[in-house]
């Protein structure tokens, strides 16, 4: 892959972000391979030499592997930090790097995370890649009693959390993630494992795509601002009728002060942040329909 620096960063921070070759080895992979979409492994295991990335979208990872870096410094003795394990399922070797066991059995992730992520709720990637730890600590022997995330808000705003009580109170929040059985994450798994081996890989899910549906905002006349958004059109209408109290009568040209604005889905992860749309079929599709 092909390390651009388009805004001119320094030298030693585009040094420092620069990533090393992925493993190619089609019977190894990495918890983080295994959980991310496998149509976008297989492709850039395929594009890697064809593929580039900008140093600047590698930064909040760099600010990552420096926190796990200085914690891991100073972790207790009793513990075991940046601990590399790995074990095999279905002829495919899984491997991931613990970040802190402690010897109460907890297993601890770091996260360098945006506030506004932490607060839509529990992530359905941090479970699956703190059970597949647990997983691999099974396999080498090690008991995992309990699964936690300790997240750095990145973003967090003291003036926020004074005012605001739903608002994260402090900075760093541990949030206790839970621990599903051994044999239950060995089962799926085992279907990820046969989703990346196969021979023609599924498209991404919508949910893999991170898709925003079409929607349909009433708001008033001029704002930019909605008052209220619906999935679709006839709703976003009627909206407009009661708010007129005009019913059948109710004219959308000359009658009240609202107006609805179509607003288009989107593929957020295919149109910003992935790195092999160039590649992808359904993403070419939909570029060019016709």
């Known amino acids: 892959?092909?390390?651009?620096?388009?805004?001119?960063?320094?030298?030693?921070?585009?040094?420092?972000?620069?990533?090393?070759?992925?493993?190619?080895?089609?019977?190894q992979i990495s918890v983080s391979s295994l959980l991310n979409p496998p149509l976008i492994r297989q492709l850039s295991l395929k594009h890697w030499e064809e593929m580039e990335d900008d140093a600047s979208n590698r930064i909040f990872a760099l600010m990552g592997s420096a926190t796990h870096y200085i914690l891991e410094n100073i972790a207790d003795e009793s513990?075991?930090?940046?601990?590399?394990?790995?074990?095999?399922?279905?002829?495919?070797?899984?491997?991931?790097?613990?970040?802190?066991?402690?010897?109460?059995?907890?297993?601890?992730?770091y996260k360098i995370t945006s506030v506004w992520s932490f607060m839509l709720g529990e992530k359905k990637e941090w479970i699956n890649q703190l059970n597949t730890y647990a997983w691999l600590c099974a396999k080498n022997g090690i008991e995992i009693k309990?699964?936690?995330?300790?997240?750095?808000?990145r973003d967090w705003a003291k003036s926020k959390a004074k005012f605001d009580p739903k608002y994260p109170q402090c900075n760093v929040i541990v949030k206790e993630i839970k621990l599903h059985s051994i044999a239950n994450i060995e089962k799926a798994l085992s279907k990820r494992i046969a989703l990346h081996v196969?021979?023609?890989?599924?498209?991404?899910?919508?949910?893999?795509?991170?898709?925003?549906?079409?929607?349909?905002?009433?708001?008033?006349?001029?704002?930019?601002?909605?008052?209220?958004?619906?999935?679709?059109?006839?709703a976003a209408y009627q909206h407009l009728v009661d708010?007129?109290?005009?019913?059948?009568?109710?004219?959308?040209?000359?009658?009240?002060?609202?107006?609805?604005?179509?607003?288009?889905?989107?593929?957020?992860?295919?149109e910003s942040y992935c790195s092999v749309k160039n590649w992808c079929d359904y993403y070419q599709r939909k570029k060019i329909p016709f």
Not at 146 to 153: E, G, P, T
């Open 198 to 234: 196969a021979t023609e890989p599924e498209p991404c899910t919508q949910e893999e795509r991170w898709a925003k549906p079409d929607q349909w905002a009433v708001k008033k006349k001029g704002a930019k601002r909605a008052t209220k958004l619906y999935d679709n059109e006839k």
């Open 243 to 270: 708010a007129s109290g005009l019913g059948d009568a109710f004219n959308p040209e000359k009658d009240g002060n609202m107006e609805i604005m179509y607003r288009p889905g989107e593929d957020v992860r295919c």
């Open 1 to 27: 892959m092909k390390l651009t620096n388009k805004f001119n960063l320094p030298e030693p921070l585009v040094n420092a972000v620069r990533q090393r070759e992925p493993n190619r080895n089609p019977d």
């Open 146 to 153: 309990k699964l936690q995330v300790v997240a750095i808000l």
């Open 79 to 109: 513990a075991m930090q940046e601990l590399f394990l790995e074990a095999k399922l279905n002829g495919v070797t899984i491997r991931g790097m613990a970040d802190l066991i402690d010897a109460d059995g907890t297993l601890s992730d």
